[in-house]
């Protein structure tokens, strides 16, 4: 979802810089502003503009990126330290590949967009609210930390909030509706 609803977002942090964010943000109020006084323009017309931009993008993240996403439900982002990094190394090759886990060491290009396409994911939780905004309520993007020796990292609703309104950004729990 964040490569497709957060691409547009993902390259203009990339390509302008973090600086450059309160003018964009300031001009996508004001076309939504515009937008808002003409009833015959649709709701949320900066992002469904925005969105169709950025499916004419090329594509922006790396292919052993994708090739992670596609094998694998979850990722973990290690930043390892000049002092650190053969230690890391040894131990992560002596744990991986697994039956359910795999790494690979970023290039310095990968890892600036691996993290910056985690800023991405917020943005496209955002984006799909307001593209479909008939049909989807409010939504809350949220980015959790996991305790330093957690080993359950699965998303767990309660099996009130499963019957509500309420939607996980992880498959192994059923949309609500």
């Known amino acids: 979802v964040a490569a497709t609803l ?19 943000f300031a ?17 949320h017309l900066s992002d469904r503009l925005l969105q169709g931009i950025s499916r004419r993008l090329p594509q922006h993240l790396p292919s ?17 330290a000049d002092d650190g990094i053969e230690e890391a190394r040894e131990l992560l090759s002596s744990i991986f590949p697994s039956a359910t886990g795999d ?14 396409h985690r800023f991405a994911v917020a943005g496209a939780a955002l984006r799909y609210r307001a593209i479909h905004s008939d049909s989807v309520g409010e939504i809350i993007a949220l980015d959790i930390a996991l305790r330093r020796n957690d ?19 992880t498959p192994d729990v059923a949309p609500a509706g």
């Open 6 to 24: 957060g691409k547009d977002g993902f390259v203009a942090i990339d390509r302008f810089g973090t600086d450059r964010l309160p003018l964009f």
């Open 151 to 169: 080993r359950d990292w699965l998303e767990r609703l309660r099996a009130k909030a499963r019957g509500g309104p309420y939607r996980s950004g």
């Open 103 to 116: 790494l690979f060491e970023c290039t310095q290009r990968e890892a600036q967009k691996a993290f910056l």
């Open 27 to 43: 001009l996508k109020n004001r076309l939504d502003r515009l937008g808002s006084r003409w009833r015959w323009l649709p709701a």
């Open 64 to 80: 052993r990126m994708r090739t992670w996403r596609d094998r694998f439900e979850h990722h973990l982002i290690l930043k390892v």
